[in-house]
């Protein structure tokens, strides 16, 4: 695995500002630019086709284009380079292709309306008790089949007709990322919401997801970094902290599991942070949405994620604007780099300066080959011991440049586990500080002249800092 992050000091090079977008973002044409006609990458999948499947022979992803099970439901399996477990449920469904219970809803705020991808809970039309009224997606929806990234996209045009309200352009890619190698494969999510109306629109999205260990429709659930005991009890978790959770086929003797991302962890596309993750029974979050009764039978299980929950944190989207949230299903535990809270961005590091930063490297095993260090040979002005040990690993970074190493760098630390490696890529702008005195680089000696002759020699000096013009005078 090799995750880049870019950490951009800036002081007054504004162009240097371009190395976050452009290195940090994955390269993929937007979906919703793409015309129909566009056949290059991707493939429209016809209502003939009710179901499509592709896989990296890891993870196996089946979506629908049936109306009776909603246009962009997807489901997921194991396929079979999975060790120990091919043609698994991971999704409901995802053993017999059949997608069913993990799917999409928005709702709007602002006309009190839900817009869903499955046919879910309240009869379509009908205003529910809260009033919210559910509109099916699957009249506004097409299928994409993408070769490269690997996966579907599911592209609904909503406008006012009676039944929608809202102006708005809904797009979800569902992509198996990495190779055939279970270390680096994962499901990516993301929904952009795009507001093609006139006026702001405050929107929820909730992502919910129906994991099912074929006999096991309930499989408990733990939170990770910071750990929590495996519960299969509601679990309402509100601007959740831990990194991600796990779901497991057995509470005490687990042999199977995926992990689901919350706050991390750290891919090229960063896991959007959810304002809840909650854990409760399918049919009650099925039936009601946004609004799920409190403490439920704990028979079929599920998770939801959920973006602007709630009216109070809900997401506003100017007209023209859009919104995008990111999730993650994978199949393993992966180690990763990341800079000390606090030290997330480095300032400018002048001439005669010393800066100082902490790398740490974490491990979710018990195992004394987690290690931290460098990628390349740094610049003679950084130090890092590079140490290895159990996780988490711990080292210290040294900066203290002197007026010789004046300029901009490229810093690369690792962070390994065994085979697995993450990259942190950060730059380093070194600069000299304001004020500074000049100096002569060339001078003349003390020296003897004879009456009637003439003496020439040079001088030259340099403004450290390029404040203004040097100005010599006797």
């Not at 629109?201 to 099912?212: C, S, T």
């Not at 299969?232 to 509470?251: K, W």
């Not at 004394?368 to 003679?380: E, F, K, M, R, S």
Request: proline share 7%; with cysteine.
């Amino acid at each position: 695995m090799k995750i880049k992050v870019i950490f951009v000091v800036v002081c007054c090079f504004v162009f240097s500002l371009g190395l976050i977008s452009t290195t940090f973002s994955y390269e993929y044409v937007s979906p919703y630019k793409k015309s129909k006609q566009d056949t290059s990458q991707s493939t429209l999948v016809t209502s003939q086709q009710q179901t499509q499947t592709v896989s990296n022979d890891i993870f196996v992803l089946t979506i629908s284009y049936d109306t009776l099970n909603g246009i962009g439901t997807y489901t997921l399996a194991t396929g079979p380079k999975f060790p120990n477990y091919d043609n698994w449920n991971i999704l409901y469904g995802g053993s017999t292709q059949n997608p069913w219970t993990s799917y999409l809803t928005i709702r709007s705020y602002t006309t009190r309306t839900d817009y869903v991808t499955r046919s879910q809970y309240r009869t379509p039309g009908i205003v529910a008790v809260n009033g919210y009224i559910p509109v099916m997606l699957n009249n506004y929806g097409t299928v994409y089949n993408s070769e490269i990234p690997l996966g579907f996209v599911s592209k609904w045009e909503v406008t006012p007709d009676g039944y929608a309200k809202d102006d708005l352009l809904i797009i979800q890619e569902t992509y198996i990322e990495g190779r055939s190698n279970i270390d680096d494969t994962r499901l990516r999510i993301t929904i952009h919401v795009h507001n093609t109306g006139t006026s702001p629109v405050d929107i929820g999205i909730r992502n919910l997801l129906g994991y099912d260990f074929n006999l096991n429709s309930a499989p408990p659930f733990g939170e990770r970094i910071p750990d929590k005991p495996f519960t299969n009890t509601y679990q309402e978790l509100l601007e959740p902290r831990m990194l991600y959770y796990e779901v497991v086929d057995d509470m005490f003797e687990p042999s199977f599991r995926v992990f689901g991302s919350v706050n991390g962890p750290f891919f090229p596309i960063p896991a959007t942070p959810p304002n809840k993750i909650l854990y409760a029974s399918w049919s009650n979050q099925f039936s009601h949405g946004f609004d799920v009764i409190v403490g439920d039978s704990t028979n079929d299980n599920a998770v939801s994620h959920y973006w602007g929950d709630d009216v109070s944190n809900a997401i506003t989207i100017l007209p023209g604007q859009e919104h995008v949230v990111t999730m993650y299903v994978y199949p393993r535990e992966a180690s990763y780099v990341d800079l000390i809270p606090g030290n997330q961005r480095i300032d400018t590091v002048l001439i005669g300066d010393t800066l100082q930063f902490e790398l740490l490297t974490v491990s979710p095993y018990i195992t004394d080959n987690v290690c931290v260090g460098n990628v390349t040979v740094q610049p003679n002005f950084v130090t890092l011991e590079g140490r290895c040990g159990f996780s988490p690993v711990y080292d210290t970074v040294i900066l203290a440049p002197v007026m010789s190493d004046t300029g901009f760098f490229s810093l690369l630390f690792q962070g390994t586990e065994g085979s697995l490696v993450d990259i942190e890529e950060i730059y380093i702008a070194v600069l000299t500080p304001p004020g500074l005195v000049p100096y002569f680089t060339a001078q003349p000696h003390d020296t003897t002249i004879l009456e009637g002759d003439t003496l020439e020699f040079v001088i030259a000096a340099v403004d450290p800092d390029s404040s203004g013009p040097l100005v010599f005078s006797m």
